[in-house]
């Protein structure tokens, strides 16, 4: 009898590299620092997981981040100032992954052992495709190919609609969408998940809701990390989440509850 789960599709910065998804963070930080506004860890993060125009025009309309440029700059920022960002965007972020291409521990491992199931991999992200060009070859040299790779604006509409999801099960021929997973560290793409109509599952400890690379998400005080994993899961609930773990290690007993979910009908 074959395994209930048809397909997994995971995210990538957060998810499946970059533990702390610190690589968007540092690029646009760096990019708004050139304009001479300085953004926060905290507001470069808020809408993590978007794509990065989509990204870009919320940080501009951002309630903390809008009045700073329109005192320096003189004007609310327009669509002429996203597209003048975006061009330097790009490149700053593919350096930037490119930096942080490493995979979170055991995530080599949870799709090696996916694939023994019978279970096909996808994946979507809000990096576009020329930000992952770098990314890829990495991650296959650490043993993680995807059978398909969805990008920011290969779909009308990004994050947090379906479309990305349903794109990657159209190619992976992987249906009813209730017999797939999606995984995410970022709210918004468990709600992705959510509207796709797949199980979801959340990272509370490796992304954007924890935001810490690995030495110092080890160096916090245990008080304190628990505090921060609750926060980043309640987040994660927040947003549709079935399952909140840690990270990508922990996956295969998820994986292995839906599944007799599933097959309990």
């Not at 993060?45 to 309630?63: E, F, N, T, Y």
């Not at 009045?67 to 350096?95: I, S």
């Not at 899961?233 to 839906?258: C, H, N, T, Y």
Request: aromatic share 6%; net charge negative.
């Amino acid at each position: 009898m074959s395994f209930p789960i048809k397909a997994v599709v995971f995210d990538w910065a957060g998810t499946v590299i970059d533990f702390g998804c610190m690589a968007p963070v540092r690029a646009l930080i760096e990019v708004f620092a050139e304009e001479g506004v300085a953004l926060t860890d905290a507001e470069a993060r808020r809408d993590m997981g978007k794509a990065k125009l989509d990204h870009l025009r919320a940080l501009l309309a951002d309630p903390s981040v809008a009045p700073r440029w329109r005192a320096l700059k003189g004007a609310a920022a327009g669509e002429a100032d996203v597209t003048r960002l975006y061009a330097r965007l790009e490149p700053a972020m593919q350096a930037a992954a490119a930096r942080a291409a490493t995979l979170i521990p055991g995530a080599a491992e949870t799709v090696a052992e996916l694939r023994a199931l019978g279970v096909r991999i996808g994946s979507g992200t809000g990096y576009t495709r020329q930000m992952m060009a770098p990314i890829l070859p990495r991650a296959a040299e650490q043993g993680y190919a995807p059978d398909v790779v969805v990008c920011a604006g290969e779909t009308p509409s990004g994050r947090p609609a379906p479309l990305m999801t349903w794109k990657a099960l159209i190619e992976l021929d992987a249906w009813p969408a209730r017999a797939c997973i999606k995984v995410d560290d970022a709210a918004v793409g468990i709600e992705e998940g959510r509207l796709a109509g797949c199980w979801t599952v959340g990272l509370a400890a490796s992304g954007n809701g924890m935001g810490l690379d690995p030495a110092a998400y080890a160096a916090l005080p245990p008080d304190e990390r628990r505090a921060r994993l609750a926060k980043a899961e309640a987040e994660l609930k927040a947003a549709g989440a079935d399952f909140v773990i840690e990270d990508v290690s922990q996956l295969m007993p998820v994986v292995r509850e839906i599944a007799e979910k599933i097959a309990a009908g």
